[in-house]
Every structure is written in C-alpha cells, then in structure tokens.
C-alpha cells in the first residue's frame, strides 16, 4: 500500500467541523488542475469530468485556468457546469426516453452554451433528431466507441458505427461531433501496459475515423479516456484528441495506490470523530456508509493516514469499526482523516464540502451536481 500524507489543519481549527464532513483542500485541488494543464500540453486539450467534484466552484477554479470545454454524466451536472459559465458541455451519457426533452430545455435555456452528447444507437439519434430541429436548436453528437469495457458504445470495426455516425451527419437539428472514446476497463498498473492497451484500441478508432473522414464525415474530435490512460493519450500528439480525466482533480487513495505513475495528490478527505472504543484494539469512528463510498470492497474503502494498516470492520450505515493496537490512544471526540478510495461517489454523499487552505477553514462549496434535478 503506497502512504499519503493530508496537508496539516491544526486540532483548534479540527475542533470547529462537525464530522462527517468532506473536507477540500483548495490548494490541493488547484495544484492537481495546474498538473493536469502541464500533462495536457495546453488547457485547451482538457474536457475534464465534473462526476468527481460536481461543484460550480472547482468549474471556476478550471475556468480561471483556461478549461473552458467540460464533460458530464447527468443533466443535473450538465445545468451545473453551464450555470457556473461553461461553454462547452458533452453530456457523455446516452439520453434516451424523458431525458431527449431535457436536453433540448438544456439547449433553449443555455443558447451560448455548445452542446453535445453521446450516442449509440439510432432510434434515440432520431427521436433527439426531431425534437432538436422542432425547438430550432443545434446539438453535437458523438458517436460513442466501445473500446472493449462493454458499458455502451459501438464497436468500432462493427458496420453500425459507420452508420450510425452517417444517421447523426444526415440529421435535421444535429451536428455530428466527432468520437467518444472511454476506456475505463484499462486498468493496468504499468503505464506501459496502459499505454500498449490503448495502441491496439487506437488502431480500430482511427480506422474507423479514416472511413468516415473518407466518405466525407469530418470527425472534428476524439474525446479520449479517463485518469488511468490520461497520461498516455496526452502524449500522443493528434490535435483531434481530447482528454477527459475527473477524478484526479480531487484523486483519491484507490487511484493513488493503483496507478503510482500519476503525479496527482488526495485533495479531498472525510473528516470523522472517533464515537466509541468498545475494546482496546477498537475504535468506532462517524464514518459509516452514508460518508464515504462503500463500492470499493468492505475493509479496503478509507485509507486513514494515522492509522495505515488498521483494519476495517464494521462498516453499516453510520458507523466503521477500525482495529489497531494504535488505537488504544484514542478518546471519543477525537479526530481522524480517512481519505475515500473511490471519491466520486464520496461527494455525491454531501449537500456541502468544507474547504480549507493553509490550515484554515475558507468556506463552504455546494456540491450542486449531486441532485438528480436542478431545474430541467
Ligand atoms: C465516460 C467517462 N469519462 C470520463 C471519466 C473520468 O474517468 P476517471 O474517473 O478515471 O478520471 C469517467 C469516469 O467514470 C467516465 O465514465
């Protein structure tokens, strides 16, 4: 297990924050964006994913820098991002069924937004299709690739992906906007791994995109991968390439141990008290599953700096159990950093994040993303 360190917040300014509360150390994230601006090349290849954060403030914090094009997963987001000045949105999630009219309201309400979203299917092309050129707005399309993780997407070689990218260029109220290419199934822990895993899927994309751009359909853009391959498609030089990584703005101790390559550092931890020690070796901390995300396996969902090696117990709903001799010196009251393996969904857990810089409390960031309906 790699170790990681929080920056330094002093017990009089701990002492003032009820737990559980997502704390977000604002430097962190800030150094975390610059670093991805480096990788990138430029901000201008960056379409970063809202779903780890899902807060207007980090989208100003990326504004300033300059990452004007964001990606989203829900309409929730979608509104968020554009409210907090977005320009340029893809909704990487295929609307289907209410969600074709929510994207178009999306369009009406925010006519100096560009949109996008993705597809992979043609009856949702045609119903998107229709009540676009009804309500006389325009929105991008991109054909969604299956790369081999076998969530959505087409797969490239198959004669549906032509097709269906010839349906959305043929389509009243559509702008066919290129390819999205996420590939979260590579996991590899060597970045060469990674790096070879994503030349072989590469090969069937850019084959796909030589037919198209053969018969006349510009594929203007390649919206590519997640954090893991981040830093393999940033240093392929295709300017069609866009990059959209999301966690590793706040990152987090799964992504941390797994792919230590990656120069980004935890900027978000849950702060919890320590309720009970119902033996020596125990401790009984406000960090239950309604605090930190339970989808990584039971035992292995916080890593605590303090206690490293602890185990983890019991985890219901408001409680974890952690055994560690080290324990004997905790009292009820006391505080501990966990910082979440997987921090996307830990977010999605709070109204509300306490942001701290330098050791002291700043504010608070509303984590508006995280409501299925904001007003579309
Ligand atoms: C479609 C899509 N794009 C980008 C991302 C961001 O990936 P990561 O969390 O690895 O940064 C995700 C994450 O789930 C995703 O589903």
Known sequence: ???????PVGPEVLSKIPSPMLVVFRDRVISNIEQMIRMAGSAARLRPHCKTHKMAAVVKLLLERGISKHKAATIAEVEMLADAGATDILLAYNPVGPNIPRVVALAKKYPAVRFAVTADHPEPVKALSDAAAGAHVKIGVMLDVNTGQNRTGVEPDAALAFNLYSLI??????????????????????????????????????QLRRKCEQSGLPVPTLVCGGTPTFPVYAEMKDPA????????????????????DLPFQPAAAVLTRVVSRPAANRATLDIGNKAVAADPPKGHRVYFPDFPEAAQDIHNEEHMVIIDDGTARLNPGDTLFGIPMHICPTSALYEKVCVVENGNVVGEWPVTGRNRQITI
């Open 1 to 7: 297990m790699m170790t990681f360190q929080l920056p």
């Open 169 to 206: 260029s043929k389509s009243p109220g559509l702008t066919a906007a290129g390819f999205h290419v996420y590939d979260g199934h590579q996991r590899h822990t060597s970045l060469d791994d990674r790096r070879s895993a994503v030349a072989e899927q590469w090969e069937r994309v850019d």
């Open 241 to 260: 390439i866009e990059l959209s990584p999301g966690t590793c703005i706040f990152h987090d101790a799964g992504y941390g141990s797994l792919f230590i």
